[in-house]
């Protein structure tokens, strides 16, 4: 099935979620993320994936989430809904109910408790999901180091293809571009959204036209201008660039990606409150020195307020 051209290429943003002081949802904040997104040249989003902390949120709040983006965004983003979870009967349920609110479309990482042991059963289980919404693309979340789903994904794509009808691609987080880079040259009609923010200028080198990455929350237009860099062959100008986002991302590390994050965009005028547990916010004077060590690099998306 067909990308929506509008995501084909550029970064797809996977939003925070954000909560009240005492953790529970706060869909009146999203309104003014989705409109950041479109000022700072973001396409698309994926809601409810890792950076969104889906997997910490009940499968009512996923609904509703999904449902504030899709009003959010007013036509304005691709609406991605991630649908991904322990049970496949849930991740069917969120598909259906994807396509009934507006999604544009769905994606999934595998079921990590009871998990596919085979390239057949990865391709079963993600047809019976995908099935939910056949309406809609779908795209398959690679994220081993959080699924501990390792299997060969170039064998997924080859059966992928012929048995899920609604098959659109694959987002890969992971570091092996060598299997990304076949899977580029295998299947160049699939989007293949690259999801380490830290390896794009590398990815860029492989193929990759189209990234997903929760640093595009937070500096979307510096990662837009190394990519612009690159297509335009100045390649000294993209490996600045893409020093520098090793930097960035080495300083999100230590206090976690997503309490990180959530702490910069608060210093940045976005209070998107505390990520779930078993996650916790930095402390102030944490917060405070993560984000004057992050301002020094010069790559965050300042706005006015």
């Avoid at 069917?92 to 999604?103: D, F, I, M």
């Avoid at 500096?219 to 090793?246: C, E, I, N, P």
């Avoid at 994050?261 to 402390?283: F, H, N, T, V, W």
Wanted: aromatic share 8%; net charge negative.
């Amino acid at each position: 099935m067909e990308t929506p051209e509008a995501i084909r290429s550029g970064l797809i943003a996977p939003p925070h979620t954000p909560f009240t002081p005492d953790g529970n949802l706060d869909t009146s904040r999203i309104v003014r993320q989705a409109d950041r997104f479109v000022r700072t040249g973001i396409t698309g989003v994926f809601v409810c994936g890792s950076t969104g902390e889906g997997l910490s949120l009940t499968s009512a709040e996923r609904r509703t989430v999904l449902e504030a983006w899709v009003a959010a965004s007013a036509g304005r983003l691709v609406v991605i809904a991630h649908v991904g979870c322990t049970s496949a009967q849930e991740a069917r349920e969120l598909a259906t109910h994807a396509k009934a609110v507006g999604a544009d479309a769905i994606g999934a990482l595998p079921p990590f408790y009871h998990s596919p042991a085979t390239i057949e059963d990865l391709v079963r289980t993600m047809r019976f999901i995908a099935d939910g919404a056949v309406d809609l693309p779908f795209y398959y979340y690679h994220i081993p180091m959080l699924s501990h789903v390792q299997l060969p994904m170039l064998a997924f794509a080859d059966q992928a293809v012929e048995q899920i009808p609604n098959f659109a691609g694959i987002k890969y987080t992971h570091n092996h571009l060598v299997e990304y880079t076949a899977l580029r040259e295998a299947h160049p009609d699939l989007a293949m959204f690259w999801g380490l923010d830290e390896l794009l200028v590398p990815a860029m080198s492989c193929g990759c036209v189209a990234a997903v990455g929760s640093c595009y929350n937070l500096a979307a237009r510096f990662f837009l201008k190394m990519m612009a860099a690159y297509r335009g062959g100045d390649l000294q100008d993209a490996l600045a660039h893409h020093q520098t986002a090793v930097q960035f991302v080495s300083k999100l590390l230590p206090l976690g990606v997503v309490p990180s994050q959530k702490a910069i965009l608060a210093g940045l005028g976005l209070d998107l409150g505390p990520p779930r547990l078993p996650l916790r916010s930095p402390d102030p004077p944490e917060a405070a020195r993560l984000f004057d060590a992050v301002s020094r690099l010069g790559l965050l998306d300042v706005e006015p307020q």
